[in-house]
């Protein structure tokens, strides 16, 4: 069969993709990935089949812009989000409905011609997919499944912010006497649904199932069709550095704040960059320090102890270290649970999934998290201690290693795939 990938235009994105793409072209499928023009590059690197869609934008600056979108305020009010848990609010607000804002505008002046999600349905009904698989948000994909008979599904790699709103939209309604609680993301879509001559339904939202890379004990509590797969760590083909062959004399921590960090939020991390080298050097280890001039220029000096390098491959790195430090995101946890390294997260910020992965981290025993305001570096030198030297986070590395490896490989879901492609393809 052939199968399609739509993902956003950003690394981090496309690296949950690799595994499962990888594992269907074995399978004897043809695949392709679709993204912005500049995603073309790290797509070939990975061995697979680029298809440039839309135009190169500036998607930090995008998605910052949806902050103050009153349409997007009114359609998380709407859902009454619990008070107690910003995160679920925020992470929805924030992150999803700002990714949906880029292929539903908000604002009428925005309407009309999409160049990515129309080039999309052209490219779907000319290579006509059996089976598209979709970013969670990357909207346009279920449209162009649709444009073509194809059938599709979300690679779900962190939690199901949409299934939540949808879910608590249900809720709202069964439970309450008054009048609907109008569907306002529904709504938002209309005007480049009718465009594209299309009717809304929960399909274009949530897919006809969902690929979900979160380990179980993570899931939100939703009722909704996934399949399970193991997240299988991907960061490029590279060459083995020399001085990682040797191993280090004294214990060795990681310290990263992920591609996307780096990318779109550096400004905002430039604080924590500061504490965390100062922690280093009052630290007797040897620190290894993924970030870049952006990250480092509000910084006087580097310690002695810390070798601060553009990028270093995790999947190289880490089975030579004791911790790691790092922002909580996806991709860099599921390498630490890979390669059973304990982890620390500080100051996770909300609005997204980070926050998430930090608490899931502390509660399974496996590393520790601190809240923004518990970030000094006293804090952070004595919390890297306890990391470093107490064996009980060992224990919760392997109980997280083993949630991972009682999960599917990539390889087994292909033949799952295939069933659902075969029932749900018109």
């Known amino acids: 069969m052939r199968v399609l990938f739509t993902v956003m235009p950003a690394a981090a994105h496309l690296q949950p993709v690799v595994p499962l793409a990888w594992a269907l072209q074995s399978a004897g499928h ?64 924030y992150y999803q409905l700002a990714a949906f804002s880029l292929y539903y505008p908000t604002r009428p002046r925005d309407h009309g011609y999409r160049p990515m999600v129309d080039d999309l349905i052209t490219f779907a009904r000319a290579w006509r997919p059996d089976l598209v698989l979709w970013d969670p948000l990357s909207f346009p994909g279920p449209i162009a499944a649709r444009a073509c008979g194809a059938a599709h ?23 309450s006497d008054g009048p609907a609680v109008e569907d306002l993301m529904a709504l938002a879509m209309l005007p480049e649904l009718e465009r594209l001559g299309e009717e809304f339904d929960e399909e274009l939202v949530q897919g006809q199932w969902t690929v979900d890379l979160v380990p179980p004990g993570m899931r939100l509590p939703l009722d909704l069709s996934y399949v399970p797969m193991r997240r299988v760590s991907y960061d490029g083909a590279h060459v083995f550095p020399t001085w990682l062959r040797r191993r280090p ?46 990250q480092l220029e509000s910084v006087s000096s580097v310690p002695a102890n810390v070798s601060a390098l553009d990028y270093v491959p995790l999947s190289l790195l880490l089975p030579t270290c004791s911790a790691i430090v790092h922002h909580g995101g996806g991709g860099t946890f599921a390498s630490a649970v890979a390669h059973r390294v304990p982890q620390m997260v500080p100051a996770p910020g909300e609005g997204g999934d980070r926050l998430a992965f930090a608490r899931y981290v502390h509660e399974r025993g496996a590393g520790l998290m601190l809240g923004r305001e518990e970030v000094t570096v006293e804090t952070l030198h004595r919390q890297m201690a306890l990391l470093l030297h107490d064996p009980t986070f060992r224990q919760g590395t392997d109980r997280l290693h083993a949630d991972m490896v009682a999960m599917p490989t990539p390889k087994e879901v292909v033949p799952v795939l295939e069933r659902l492609t075969a029932d749900h393809r018109s």
């Not at 599904?153 to 962190?158: I, K, S, T």
């Not at 922690?279 to 280890?285: L, R």
């Open 30 to 93: 043809d695949v392709c990935v679709a993204s912005h023009p500049n995603m073309a590059d790290l797509i070939t690197a990975a061995g697979l089949t680029a298809v440039s869609v839309g135009q190169v934008d500036d998607l930090g600056a995008l998605m910052r812009g949806a902050a103050d979108d009153q349409v997007l305020e009114s359609i998380t009010a709407s859902l009454r989000a619990d008070p107690e848990d910003l995160n679920i609010r925020n992470a929805f607000r």
């Open 153 to 175: 599904g979300r690679l779900q790699y962190g939690l199901d912010y949409t299934a939540w709103a949808r879910q608590r939209l249900a809720e709202l309604n069964s439970a």
């Open 249 to 294: 004399d004294r214990p060795r921590v990681c310290l990263t704040l992920g591609l996307s960090t780096r990318k779109f939020l550096a400004a905002d991390s430039a604080a924590l960059v500061g504490d965390l080298l100062e922690m280093a050097a009052q630290t007797d280890a040897d620190f290894v320090a993924t970030l870049n001039a952006t």
